[in-house]
């Protein structure tokens, strides 16, 4: 298969932007590192549909889009806030040699990067990039494939999410169902530092980047195995653990077999898995504010200390998140956000390298495979190939999506390559999960 670029322009927002006040970054923006995560909408053949017709209309939509959702058209300047609105968002066209039917059958990890506009999950060197970059690929049989990258600066799962699905309704002449975000929350409630230390910005890429080698994989769990692995969980503790809950808890056991295996006895382990603040705070904030509204909720498994049974974990794994609740994000927010400081040090003696660290991502709730640009619901949603083996990437993380509407759940995995090797080969792991 052959993805060959054909055109690339820069989209700006319908409205003039450039008079308007610089955005300010969150004290969380600043410190999150600088690089993309990706989504792949795949589209079936449609034969009214010209590719020049969709063509226009998402370039037209997604300029609408660009008026309310301004900071993603601009660029970071100094880590502290975005300006040039008019440099505006990298749209590119490419053409594919082959059907898209063939390529959904099985489709190959390995060529996934190529419908997207840039390297996913590694270190950006240069932090005045684009926040947002799409890639439209078309199909011989005129299947699509939307590929499109978010930086993590200012993007995190629910400004991403919210921005697609607003492009999607001023595609398909729906504007009333656009989303209007929120601009200030964020920066009100973790104001930005303009002195911010310099060895948090350190610490915050060293944690998120490695020059390890990984393996990315996706694994799929039919409804019936998530159905399974929930009910492991229960006890007098959980009664009722949600899906997420028993799947991450599976994986991560499955994963700290592996590391023991590997290294030869029991090892620490802590699963690091992301909240939502926005519907945590007191008062709540918008459902759709615009920036890194999330914290890692940290949950230890001390060898020593704990059994590695499935009711155990999840019973760990709902005392770590119960603790991100709305007092703590007052405390985190409060005193000049000393408690977000004391949190990252924490984190530096978890990285040190005696302990194994994974982090699991839910994207369950965001509804990707309902996006509509006026040519129906996408057949499949994908997310990357492999994570970089040039630069520095995300290391030893878990994206969970739902499959389809079937309650299945689709594990996209990039590990160790010794521990991806295990797995791939743990009969226990295996027989709960598929591979690609």
């Known amino acids: 298969m052959e993805v060959a670029v054909i055109s690339v322009e820069s989209i700006k927002p319908s409205s003039p932007v450039h008079h308007l006040k610089p955005f300010k970054l969150c004290l969380l ?39 309310p959702f301004y900071p993603l058209s601009g660029r970071v300047k100094d880590n502290y806030f975005i300006h040039n609105y008019e440099e505006g968002v990298p749209f590119i066209e490419a053409r594919v040699k082959g059907h898209l039917s063939d390529f959904l059958q099985h489709p190959p990890m390995e060529l996934l990067n190529q419908f997207l506009p840039c390297q996913p999950f590694c270190q950006q060197p240069n932090p005045t990039v684009a926040q947002v970059a799409v890639q439209v690929n078309m199909f011989d049989c005129g299947g699509i494939a939307l590929g499109m990258c978010f930086s993590h600066k200012i993007n995190d799962g629910i ?24 601009l200030s929350e964020a920066s009100s409630l973790f104001p930005p530092q303009q002195s911010l230390p310099s060895y948090y ?7 998120w980047f490695s020059r390890r080698s990984f393996r ?23 009664e009722r653990p949600t899906r997420v ?15 023991r295996s590997i290294s030869g006895s029991p090892r620490a382990s802590v699963l690091s898995q992301a909240v939502n603040i926005r519907r945590i705070a007191k008062p709540r904030l918008s459902r759709y504010s615009i920036g890194n509204l999330v914290w890692s909720a940290i949950t230890s498994y001390n060898p020593d200390e704990t059994e590695m049974g499935m009711q155990e974990l999840v019973a760990l794994v709902r005392e770590g998140v119960g603790k991100i609740n709305s007092e703590y994000i007052k405390k985190l ?28 991502f839910s994207w369950h709730k965001f509804d990707f495979s309902e996006i509509d640009f006026g040519w ?22 878990i994206i969970l999506k739902d499959v389809g509407r079937n309650n299945g759940i689709e594990a996209w995995m990039t590990l160790d390559d010794n521990v991806m090797a295990m797995l791939e080969h743990d009969p226990e792991f295996l027989a709960f999960a598929s591979l690609n």
């Open 333 to 360: 927010s409060g005193e000049g956000c000393v408690a977000i400081f004391e949190h990252l040090d924490r984190l530096a003696d978890i990285g040190s390298g005696k302990t194994d660290v994974f982090s699991f």
């Open 29 to 67: 923006d600043q410190l999150t590192p600088t690089s993309y995560s990706p989504l792949i909408l795949f589209y079936p053949i449609h034969a009214h549909l010209k590719s020049t017709q969709f063509l226009t209309q998402l370039k037209s939509a997604l300029s609408k889009t660009l008026t």
């Open 376 to 397: 129906g619901k996408p057949v499949w949603v994908g997310i990357f190939g492999e994570a970089s083996r040039s630069s520095p990437c995300d290391s030893n993380f």
């Open 201 to 207: 910005t350190s610490l915050m890429e060293s944690l």
């Open 216 to 238: 990315t994989r996706r694994f799929v769990f039919g409804a019936n195995a998530v159905a399974t692995l929930t009910a492991k969980g229960r006890s007098k503790f959980v």
């Open 245 to 259: 809950e028993g799947l991450c808890c599976f994986i991560w056991r499955c994963c700290m077999n592996a590391c």
């Open 159 to 182: 400004t991403g999410s919210s921005f697609i699905k607003s492009w999607a309704a001023n595609a398909r002449g729906s504007a009333y169902e656009a989303i209007n975000p929120n």
